[in-house]
């Protein structure tokens, strides 16, 4: 069977996007590294670029990144889905215009002007300060506009053309991921009030909306890459939308525990948010499953390495990682030290960035017309040094975390001089040490990726002839 | 459904019945969130500085909070600290705030918070990053307090003046190795923030942080 399709130019969109993303992966991981180093050396470029700038840039970047990919990703998946080129394209291809347009100014503010006066003015123009969602105002409404053309591609596309199961699924999540989007567009002086509504954009994004996203790209990726029987796949994608949401939705609780909500988020938040590991571990078991039912005959290495470690990540990342502080009893302790970070940084890499860098390789095959496309080695390293990187420091910062929450919480009763006591601490300073290595071990990786994406279907094309 | 979709003998590997599931469990999960919220915004609407004169509790008090003297006691009742407010108390040497005044205040420095990137370095109610410490009860650390560090720093006497003197010029006042940078906060900005954090401090945060200054040998005095 010919994997060679069409020239859509809903596809030519996707590598628009897909490039985008792969620059702003580039730029994440360079604030990361930043970040990192000024917590060893605090120092470093202090009051020039300081760590809140990194860190903003950091996760805006990730961010944007990661939906870059899976608008791109959806680009890419619509044209096969439904059989006919995407509806209204050339609105959607301004419409990546203006996003990237806009993303660079409000990066370039953010480096270059970084903080404002306290006035509406500076949420409005230049931040709004509200971690993840920093992105000014202006650029919410725009953001907002290109979705909502993106929304339209998607919603038009399938009107008109074949309808699977997959753009079922697709259809719906994309309504509420963009809708919630909204939750998180005003301003109060009630931090509580804030916070209330801020999770509803942040936790309803990463612990539903995107994760069906990602069952979505499992789905299409598994019928792809070894041609598995799309009616047990799609069977598979609405039991993990059923799990997904049913555990997902209130396990919004597992954030309301300590910012001025009501108590009953304490049972609420625990029952569900401790169900939320049980879909990841139904992914994980779909995907070894039909490996295995197809003898892990697979048409494209690279994609399906990084379709494994995303069923293994996200399992680890999001689920056990997730898990392992999310009971209230334990939560009090490590709410707000660096066991989060340690569970953001495997959760969004393993959830997340495996199965959109899987896509990414998935439409360079395609689009090339290469019927078997083999890992090189260089992608085998670039895979390797990534998932080894984060792994490295996801662990560091868990380590830094466990003395957090001894030392800082529990010991010092959360003080001042508690928080300092504890950053002093040698086994908190070894684990950020460590974080840094492993950060550069995983940028390492991320220059061979970017030298494998471009590279790898002319060597591939090269191989076949 | 695709076209050549066939119906399974088994209600379990029906897509029909994997699909309906889907939709009623997402819609039911859902309105049960929708509802808890509506309850939820009810308990954490700021109350009023009528509520404070007449002693009435609220989970998120209303600005003029900052007339009245806050402390974190244990509550045998719940288990954990809770926000005691108590007499009247000068901030910025003033009692008298009026609710406009304090909600200007409050306003100020919550924008200002927004506007400098605090949430990047710090968490405030535990959310943000973990490069500074904790916000949420910041305005209650004896670090702050009379024979605290930061007072001493300062050459001030009081928790006001020492954050309003402190956060204009945060990088000449470091307690340790890693400081807090100058982000050119004014005068009126600081005094904002200042009651921002005495607001926070008086929220209702379940008992977070934990044995708060409680633990004996605690502080560096």
Known sequence: MSIATPKYLSQSLAMKYFFVAVVLFGAQLVMGLIAAYQFVNPEFLFNVFNFSTARMVHINALVVWMLYAMIGSAYWMLPEETGIETVGIKLGTLGFYILTLAVTIVVGVYILVQVGPGTEASIWLINEGREYLEAPRWADIGITVVVLIFVYNVFATVMKGKRTGITTVLMADLIALAGLYLAGMFYTSNITMDQFWWWWVIHLWVEATWEVFVGVLIAYGLIKVMHANRQIVEMWLWIEVTMLFGSGILGMGHHYFWIGTPEYWWEIGALFSALEPVPLVGMLVHVIYDMGKHNGKVNNGPAFSWFIVNAFGNFLGAGVWGFMHTLPQINIYTHGSQFTAGHGHLAFYGAYATILIGMMYVAIQRRNGIEEMRSTATSKWAVSLITIGVLGMTVALTLSGYVQAFVERAEYGATWDGYFIAQGATWFTQGIDWRLAMGVVTFLGFLLLVKDLLTIAKRSKALAN | ?221
């Open chain 2, 1 to 221: 459904m695709s076209e050549d979709y066939k119906e399974p003998e088994s209600v379990w590997t029906s897509n029909r019945f994997w699909s309906r599931s889907a939709g009623w469990v997402t819609g039911f999960s859902a309105v049960l969130l929708i509802l808890l919220t509506m309850d939820t915004l009810g308990q954490i609407t700021m109350g009023s500085a009528e509520d404070l004169a007449n002693k009435v509790t609220k989970r998120v008090p209303s600005a003029s909070v900052i007339n009245y003297k806050v402390t974190y006691e244990y509550s045998a009742v719940r288990g954990h600290e809770v926000p005691v407010i108590g007499e009247k108390e000068l901030f910025f040497g003033r009692n008298d705030y009026s609710e406009a005044e304090a909600n200007a205040l409050l306003e100020k420095g919550k924008l200002t918070s927004q506007a400098k990137n605090c949430m990047n370095c710090h968490t405030l109610l535990g959310n943000g990053a973990y490069y500074a410490p904790d916000l949420t009860k910041a305005w209650l650390d004896p670090a702050w307090q009379a024979g605290g560090v930061m007072q001493g720093m300062t050459g001030t006497t009081s928790t006001d003046e020492a954050m309003l003197v402190f956060l204009q010029n945060p990088d000449k006042y470091a307690s340790h190795a890693r400081r807090m940078p100058n982000l050119g906060i004014t005068p009126e900005e600081a005094k904002g923030l200042v009651a921002f954090l005495k607001q926070m401090s008086s929220i209702d945060t379940n008992g977070f942080p934990r044995n708060f200054n409680k633990i004996q040998g605690s502080t560096q005095k």
